[in-house]
T-cell receptor, first 115, second 115 residues
Framework: AQKVTQAQTEISVVEKEDVTLDCVYE???????LFWYKQPPSGELVFLIR??????QNEISGRYSWNFQKSTSSFNFTITASQVVDSAVYFC????????????FGPGTRLSVLP | ETGVTQTPRHLVMGMTNKKSLKCEQH?????MYWYKQSAKKPLELMFV???????ENNSVPSRFSPECPNSSHLFLHLHTLQPEDSALYLC??????????????FGPGTRLLVL
């Protein structure tokens, strides 16, 4: 069965600090996809990244970067030079491919960036 | 702009009431989803529709009844709910449900309180 664990329930940092959000997943499939979503206080989920299981290259997008390591089943998310607007709940999610019933979210990590 | 709208944004109802949540997507997508996000559980997928046909029903109680009259609209009819059904209900859409890797675009959610 699929499972996504985000061990950090809440994190607080001061603005301009770097912060890493952890995501560990479990799946029996060799083909799968990993996602990160941001949920600001307004409630909607905002897609950040999708990564497939065959591509272990790390990705950087502005202040965001992702470290995918199949050996440890982790897909961690780092925000560099955090800003107050980064305050949100961040969800890691796992989906099996092709079409299947399992699209599982982790419990989320609430990030508070203090000015 | 997410392209997915939900109404109402907030709803308070008694256990004997009947109400409906509405979701509309303006993205030309073929698949739509209902998710439930409660305070103590990870995001849960409730229903999936593809081209107005329900393709997934994840053991949701019958007091939740979805309806998809066309690919742009999705409803969630509620009746005789319980207080534990209080949660944020999120609607999402994607281009094609058969390729689950496609990005899902989420609406802002309806925050439901059952008294």
């Amino acid at each position: 069965a699929q499972k996504v664990t985000q061990a950090q329930t809440e994190i607080s940092v001061v603005e301009k600090e770097d912060v890493t959000l952890d995501c560990v997943y479990e799946t029996r499939d060799t083909t799968y996809y990993l996602f990160w979503y941001k949920q600001p206080p307004s409630g909607e989920l905002v897609f950040l990244i999708r990564r497939n299981s065959f591509d272990e290259q790390n990705e950087i997008s502005g202040r965001y970067s992702w470290n995918f390591q199949k050996s440890t089943s982790s897909f961690n998310f780092t925000i560099t030079a955090s800003q107050v607007v980064d305050s949100a709940v961040y969800f890691c999610a796992l989906s099996e491919a092709p079409y299947g019933q399992n699209f599982v979210f982790g419990p989320g990590t609430r990030l508070s960036v203090l000015p | 702009e997410t392209g997915v709208t939900q109404t109402p944004r907030h709803l308070v109802m008694g256990m004997t009431n009947k109400k409906s949540l509405k979701c509309e997507q303006h993205l030309g997508h073929n698949a739509m989803y209902w998710y439930k996000q409660s305070a103590k559980k990870p995001l849960e997928l409730m229903f999936v529709y593809s081209l107005e046909e329900r393709v997934e029903n994840n053991s949701v109680p019958s007091r939740f009844s979805p309806e998809c009259p066309n690919s742009s609209h999705l409803f969630l009819h509620l009746h005789t709910l319980q207080p534990e059904d209080s949660a944020l209900y999120l609607c999402a859409s994607s281009q094609d449900v058969r390729d689950r890797v496609e990005t899902q675009y989420f609406g802002p959610g309806t925050r439901l309180l059952v008294l």
